[in-house]
């Protein structure tokens, strides 16, 4: 390669009517006034807020000041000059993340038409460069305008719905489906409708002689015990249209250590594209393995073509070796090298309403607040987007597997237009190439909800996009990820998708989405759920005080008024109101902090307790809730807010999730007690276990010795409930001689019904470590720290005489006095 140009930063940006057409084309190239700023990759908005023309619209109502701009047509700028590029063979030019419908532009030369954000836009611009300064015009909308109510209704009549029956009728748009694009962006129920028109992704030229290295695919095949035989595929674009020429290719593997593990190869280069297959043996290979389960080690990746004097490197990458499996018979489970794994996660949206505007910081930081909630899984919904590298990177880096979705959710797809399954089949292939090296993707699912719909919401009168997830999609995978597995929805399996006795189950209308208010806020009902893998559920919970502050806007605290309502998911019907209620208080009697303190708790224990319920069975292997993440503030489903801050649930989450972990569950008159253990090692630790009074009486408490196998839930002891008051006591499980493994409590009645007092709670400070200690019961103990200060622990229970340390995290020195503890005792 001669040379490689980023036309990322700065564009000029201005806006027309829709129909302002390309035969405006050539006097916008070279206009002077009337244009803004914009940031590239960026989305349209933000060039309008930084110009002053709207405000930001993830805060207050603003939202809806924005939706003018769906009836625009957006004109991004950029001059660039370009030296010696006539020495090269090809000048390419690559566009990603054109959002949505796309007219390029290049010196007043209409050069090509783009219409679908998920592939990028390659086109050899040789022929239309000129001396001195170049002029790129792009012309971009919502890419909707265009889409007529036959279109939408052809063949069946069948459309995708919106959110007007939970009274956000502005919420979605039936025209979504015809365009290639994050689908959430028209809204959500937890998304507010913000049509984007951006250019997501990279700008860039590439100067290239004689030939290029296009992809490099790897695939690890086992030999032996511990040795791995990989298989490379380097793909290599010979440009001359007639001429043969001869070459040479490269590959090396380096490990952390600096061992090398190498291949090469003279090539005979035919004209176009040539797959050149090389072998690696690598003794004593380095496993990928989830988090929790052992390393996640990366091997660094060199490619590289000569011929004659010339040479094209390949961006060099990281790759893991790791061997993944989907284990359909009687049970639904992720199999990683070999051992069943308990899929403990959540569900990712896009991180931003805006996604353009989503930083690799932001990725690194809610990838590693995933990991050290001992996730080991996020799901990638199905109406977001394929995401930047940034975020695979950091899965790798963490261990934390992805459930990838393909782009379609919650409505019927054309794919009886033969436009658009050529549109998706050349979408779906360069995504599959695109991340088949890395090591975090271990299944490719075809939909969101689509299979589910086909037969529930749409009553069989549509077959709109099976075409793609049953034959398009697998076909496509096997050809370019044969080593990761496919399942064709979710949920799917058995006779009647998302049941329980086959497949993955989205458990929603069982309890969250119940109609009767009580199944809604009752965790026990969770303890009647028996599907093999819950890749979806969920409960409602509200933010931190200043996250509230800040989208509110300066608008009053009112929770009835219309920027709360505005910032609240659709879903939630009082729900969070009628929880409070069962566990905790009166929500009319309690002050603005108390209602924000009661809301994360019941969220928390919600969560909690269903984790605790799926990973309890021995036939489930897999509990992702919804949704892990938000793309703005608002009363919602996350565990951590847009603003990065974690709410309580996320704390209960972590615990739940501990890689070694005791659950209970009363079965009649009697207390099981299952051991949980998500590492590879077995256990061995006495166990103390037994009826505690909320004064600290521990009579009722016993020990024995227990042992828990590797990877596997074991039912370690059960014992009798007795005739005791649960209004003064809790039934527990603990580690006397283990810190950590995480304890279980069992509670039969609603913590509202606890006779608990004042625990009397103390603590002293030793650099950044505090150390609580509780004369009483103690529930919810939680610090109150200045805002961006995280503590390793938080809303946790302590029992008469136990002490609990936690590290506090901040950039900067806390002084002793900006340190509270408090408990849910002293609030209710």
Known sequence: MLKE???????????????????????????????????????????????????????????????WTENRSWWFRRKFSIDDWREADIVELEMNGLDSSAEILLNGKHIGSHCNTFRPFIIDIKPFLQRNENVLLVRLTTGVEDVSDADIDAPDGVRAGTEAG????????????????????????????????????????????????????????????????????????????????EGHVKLALTDREGNRYCADKDVFLRSGYNFIELTIPIENARLWWPNGMGDQHLYAVEAELSIGDEKHIYPAFEYGIRFAELDTRDKFAIIINGRKVFCKGANWIPADAL??????????????????????????????????????????????????????????????????????????????????????????????????????????????????????????????????????????????????????????????????????????EYDKCTSLFVSEFGYIGACAKETILNYMDGAPLERKGDVWHHHTNTFEKDTVEAGIMKHYADPDKLTFDDYLLYSGLCQGLMYGYALDSMRYRSNCHGSLFWMYNDCWGEIGWTIIDYYLRRKPSWYFVRRTYAPLRLIMRAIGDKVSVVFANDT?????????????????????????????????????????????????????????????????????????????????????????????????????????????????????????????????????????????????????
């Open 166 to 245: 939970n009274g956000r009728p502005e919420r979605g748009d039936p025209r979504r489906t015809m365009v290639r694009k994050p689908q959430y962006s028209f809204g959500w129920d937890w998304s507010p409708r913000l049509a984007t028109t951006a250019i997501a992704g990279d700008v860039k030229i590439r100067m290239m002689n004689k030939s290029c290295i296009r992809n490099v695919k790897l695939q690890s095949i086992k030999h032996g015990e511990d040795d791995v035989i990989l298989k490379a595929t380097v793909m290599v674009d010979q440009f001359h249209y007639y001429k043969t020429t």
């Open 355 to 524: 996604y353009a505007r989503t930083s690799d910081e932001k990725y690194e930081a809610l990838i590693h607040e995933a990991k050290d909630a001992n996730f080991n899984m996020l799901r990638i919904w199905g109406g977001g987007s394929y995401e930047k590298d940034a975020f695979y990177k950091a899965c790798d880096k963490y261990g934390i597997m992805i459930w990838h979705d393909l782009m379609f959710a919650c409505a019927p797809y054309p794919d009886h237009l033969e436009s658009f399954r050529i549109e998706v089949e050349k979408e779906l292939d360069y995504q599959t190439k695109r991340l088949q090296r890395h090591a975090c993707i271990v299944l490719w699912s075809g939909s969101n909800e689509n299979n589910w719909g086909f037969r529930d919401w749409w009553g069989e009168k549509t077959k709109g996009g099976a075409y793609i997830y049953n034959y398009l999609a697998p076909a496509i995978i096997q050809d370019n990820t044969p080593e990761i597995p496919y399942w064709n929805g979710s949920p799917y399996g058995g006779n009647e998708p998302n049941c329980n006795e086959v497949g993955d189950r989205h458990h929603w209308h069982d309890c969250m989405m119940n109609p009767d208010m009580q199944k809604r806020i009752t965790p026990e």
């Open 5 to 67: 140009i980023s036309l990322n930063g700065k564009w000029d940006l201005r806006d027309e009517f829709l129909t302002y057409d390309l035969s405006n084309a050539e006097r916008l190239s070279y206009s002077t006034d009337g244009w803004i700023q914009t940031p590239v990759p960026g989305d349209i908005h933000q060039g309008l807020i930084e110009a002053g023309r709207i405000k930001e619209p993830l805060l207050g109502m603003n939202s809806y000041d924005c939706q």
């Open 680 to 828: 590879q090692d077995n256990v061995d630790f006495e166990l103390e276990y037994g009826y505690i009074s909320l004064d600290g009486n521990t009579e009722g408490l016993e020990t024995i010795k227990a042992a828990g196998r590797a990877l596997d839930r074991t039912e370690i002891m059960v014992f009798q409930k007795k005739d005791l008051d649960a209004t003064k006591g809790l039934w527990i499980a603990r580690a006397k001689d283990r810190s950590d493994i995480e304890k279980g409590i069992l509670r039969v009645v609603d913590y509202r019904q606890l006779q608990i007092a004042d625990p009397g709670l103390s603590f002293s400070v030793e650099n950044n470590k505090v150390k609580i200690s509780s004369n009483g019961y103690a529930h919810a103990v939680h610090l109150m720290l200045p805002d961006g200060v995280k503590p390793s622990d938080n809303y946790f229970d302590l029992f008469p005489g136990q002490t609990h340390d936690v590290e506090v995290i901040s950039t900067e020195a806390i002084d002793f006095p900006q340190i509270r503890i408090t408990c849910a005792n002293s609030n209710r």
